[in-house]
């Protein structure tokens, strides 16, 4: 709890027990100090940075690993994700719940990474796919959909359908993703022309508008529930095997739901990185970054430009929608507040930190976010700060990200000595062929 | 039939005609240069032959087809390929991937071929990275295809994005000022260059201010003043030409 108290005073120093909220006095000396405390800790960073005080990630040797760096070796990454739940529930439930948690977020990081990191289209909307995703899914697995339809055409629909339709995940994981798919097309046509900033404000807006949609749209008919959101969500399954019975079992040792959730999320994953790594290092993602570099120059080379950022918006919007639906089997319950702007934020943060236009990188800042905004769920506001307190310093001390791409760490001029003095990078070309 | 066929191009934008009625020809395997003083509507003419302009009125046509109402990436497709006047690289990428960006619309990769790596797909890359080898190798580029576009100096980026433009495999090669901001030395290769694509069988339509670069290599010269052409002809014949002179030099002189 001293903790706490330290966190209340660094925010409201000892103007604590004015009441906060609405313009009053109080409120306005707790806004000075804190402009005094974050202006103070800002400026002491920059000069900190100026003196040259920079962080390195650690060059960890590992055995059988000499020379390599293990965050960026992929399959020091896979091992881990696949051993710590199982340690994890040496520990009891709770950090299980946590990684899932956690992972969700690197499945929607590494899938705005498409749109953001390698085609440069800054999207703030990318909740909209999750939520398309999650929506989708939970009205078709859940008995909203057989309900809605009794009420709608009684006549034709006997009220035993309400009961819902039950679809195997093989099925309907491919359905919300591609749902969001075609989604990301939709809002993707509209902001076609737009760049940088003002896509950021109009994807920002889609995103919104997404939400109020699902709030709203309990009538004339009721599809989304409004603002009670959808319930009773089936979990998913495969054959007679359902993620949510906790019957399941190995031998003695019971599998807890969260744990068949992981390793779907952990599988999908997989699949993200085989999709983004391959198409990053072909005629596809070549055209995505040349458009990221200079949108111009990649149509006069030849680039279908339109084509092609639709594509990326509907590629991140795949995974987006994917990662809703696996979230809406695991909560039973989804609701339009699950879906706020904040997330999307939230991911795109986890992008910018972990290194864009890296799929390691993608992963790291999604767990280097995503842990500490996880675990400070119980600090209620606090945990706001904490996220801007994590991103101040990574902006100041390693703007390029912790994992950035090859081609980020050579711009910010990390020289591999052959000879020419100048940073050195292996051309997408020949990297497919290691 | 000449190669590329500008019929009474003409280009405003409100009350301002860059360019005015232009007829012009360039014949295939020939190096025509347009000239004139700046702000004579020479780059404007070049935005609307790639269709990033289109025209006001009269029609760019290329091989006897009109390319009106083409998207400039179709243009490209067609075989025409610019560069720009001012350097428009994609920075963070390797030259090499810069000019395997260019091969992009000779390539057919799908978005599945790609994340499957169909044999296709492996043969095309692989054939295309050769190609883009060569075209470095043609520029001179070979030994820093694996620096950072941003990161070579100014004179090996004006090459580089000759690379680029001729991995599309152009018929036309539009170069807009690829000599400006370069040393007398580079001239010189550069002009040597430029010789060899057309000897190679592509076709290049110049915009360029240095007089030696332009005499020294055209076939063919036309000059641009305030959007209208003003003369046309042998280079010889056109250094000669009084309206000329007076374009760039002023009426008294």
């Not at chain 1, 603002?227 to 599998?255: C, E, L, Q, T, W």
């Amino acid at each position: 709890m001293n903790v706490l108290k330290a966190l209340e005073f660094l925010l409201h120093g000892p103007f604590g027990d004015y009441p906060v909220g609405g313009l009053n006095f109080g409120s306005l000396l707790v806004l000075c100090w804190q402009v005094a405390v974050f202006g103070g800790l800002y400026l002491a960073i920059r000069i900190l940075a100026k003196r040259g005080l920079r962080v390195s990630i650690p060059h960890v040797r590992l055995p059988g690993l000499a020379g390599r760096r293990p965050l960026r070796d992929v399959r020091v990454l896979l091992a881990i994700a696949l051993i710590l739940p199982l340690v994890e529930m040496l520990t009891g439930g709770y950090y299980l719940t946590v990684t899932y948690n956690v992972e969700l977020y690197v499945l929607l990081a590494i899938g705005l990474n498409i749109v953001v990191g390698y085609t440069g289209l800054l999207d703030l909307g990318y909740v909209a796919f999750f939520a398309v995703g999650a929506y989708v899914y939970g009205i078709f697995a859940s008995p909203q959909l057989g309900e809605t339809l009794h009420a709608t055409f009684h006549f034709l629909v006997p009220a035993t359908v309400g009961s819902g339709v039950h679809i195997s995940m093989l099925v309907m994981l491919p359905i919300a993703g591609l749902a969001a798919a075609g989604f990301g097309v939709l809002i993707g046509i509209p902001t076609l022309r737009l760049r940088g900033d003002y896509l950021a404000i109009v994807t920002l807006g889609f995103g919104e508008i997404t939400r109020i949609f699902a709030q709203n749209l309990d009538t004339p008919v009721n599809i989304t529930n409004g603002p009670n959101g959808v319930v009773r969500i089936d979990d998913m399954f495969i054959g007679g095997y359902s993620f949510g019975d906790i019957a399941n079992h190995i031998g003695p040792i019971s599998i807890p739901p969260f744990l068949n959730y992981y390793y779907l999320v952990l599988l999908l994953i997989v699949i993200t990185v085989f999709f983004v790594a391959r198409l990053a290092t072909s005629r596809v993602g070549r055209a995505w970054t040349a458009i990221r570099e200079d949108e111009v120059a990649a149509e006069v080379a030849g680039i279908h430009t339109r084509n092609l950022k639709l594509l990326a918006y509907a590629s991140g919007g795949f995974f987006g929608g994917m990662a809703g639906a696996v979230f809406a089997a695991g909560s039973h319950v989804i609701a339009p507040e699950s879906f706020q702007l904040f997330l999307s934020v939230l991911v795109l943060c986890m992008v910018v930190v972990g290194g864009m236009g890296s799929i390691q990188g993608a992963a790291v800042g999604a767990v280097a976010i995503g842990l500490p905004y996880f675990l400070s769920s119980q600090l209620a506001s606090l945990r706001v700060l904490i996220f801007g307190v994590i991103l101040v310093l990574m902006i100041t001390f390693r703007p390029q990200g912790l994992l950035p791409s090859q081609q980020r760490q050579a711009e910010l001029a990390e020289t591999v000595d052959d000879g020419t003095g100048l940073p050195h990078v292996e051309a997408a070309a020949d990297l497919r062929q290691l | 039939m000449a190669l590329l066929q500008l019929s009474h191009l003409t280009k405003t934008f409100g009350g301002l005609v860059a360019v005015n009625d232009l007829d012009l020809e360039v014949e295939a395997g020939s190096i025509t240069s347009l000239i004139g003083p700046n702000g004579a509507g020479k780059t404007t003419v070049f935005n609307m032959i790639t269709a990033f302009y289109a025209p006001t009125s009269g029609d760019v046509i290329l091989e006897g087809v009109p390319t009106s109402g083409l998207k400039p990436h179709s243009v490209t497709a067609r075989g025409i390929a610019r560069t720009f006047q001012n350097i428009r690289l994609f920075g963070n990428m390797s030259a090499l991937d810069n000019v395997l960006v260019g091969r992009h619309c000779r390539m057919r990769a799908t978005y599945w071929g790609s994340v499957f790596r169909t044999r296709s797909e492996r043969r095309e890359e692989k054939a295309s990275v050769e190609a883009a080898r060569h075209h470095l190798d043609t520029l001179g580029l070979l030994k820093r295809q694996y620096e950072l576009a941003r990161n070579l100096p100014y004179g090996l980026q004006r090459r580089l994005e000759i690379a680029r433009a001729l991995a599309s495999e152009p018929k036309l090669l539009l170069l807009d000022e690829p000599a400006a901001g370069t040393n007398p030395q580079e001239k010189v290769e550069l002009s040597q260059v430029i010789r060899e694509i057309r000897d190679r069988g592509t076709t290049i339509f110049l915009i360029e201010h240095d007089m030696k670069v332009v005499m020294g290599i055209s076939d063919h010269v036309a000059v641009l003043d305030y959007g209208t052409k003003i003369s046309e002809g042998l280079p010889a014949d056109v250094r000669q030409d009084a309206a000329v002179i007076k374009a760039y030099l002023g009426a008294d002189a």
